[in-house]
C-alpha cells in the first residue's frame, strides 16, 4: 500500500473512469441483445459473457483501490 494518499486517489480515479466506460458498454450489449435468444448467435453470446466477466473483475479491482484510498485517510498517526 502506498504510503501517501495522492497516488492511490489518482489510480482510483482513473480505475473509477474504466468502471464508468464498462458499466455503459455492458449498458449498450443489454440494449442490442434484447430480442435474442440466448446461445443462438455464440460469438454475440460470448462477448457478452466476457463484457461481463471483465465488468465484474473491474469492480472489484475498483472496490479495492477505494478501499486502499479509505484506509489511507483513516490511518491513524498521520
Known amino acids: 500500500m502506498p504510503e501517501e ?3 492511490a486517489r489518482n489510480k482510483f480515479r482513473s480505475d473509477f473512469i474504466v468502471e464508468i466506460a464498462l458499466i455503459v458498454a455492458v449498458a449498450v450489449y443489454l440494449v442490442m441483445a434484447q430480442g435474442q435468444v440466448v446461445g443462438e448467435n455464440l460469438s454475440f453470446t460470448v462477448t457478452g459473457a466476457v463484457l461481463m466477466a ?3 473483475y473491474w469492480t ?3 472496490i479495492r483501490d477505494g478501499l486502499e ?3 489511507l485517510r ?3 498517526g498521520k
Open 5 to 7: 494518499p495522492g497516488p
Open 54 to 56: 471483465l465488468a465484474t
Open 60 to 62: 472489484l479491482h475498483t
Open 69 to 71: 484510498v479509505i484506509a
Open 74 to 76: 483513516l490511518r491513524p
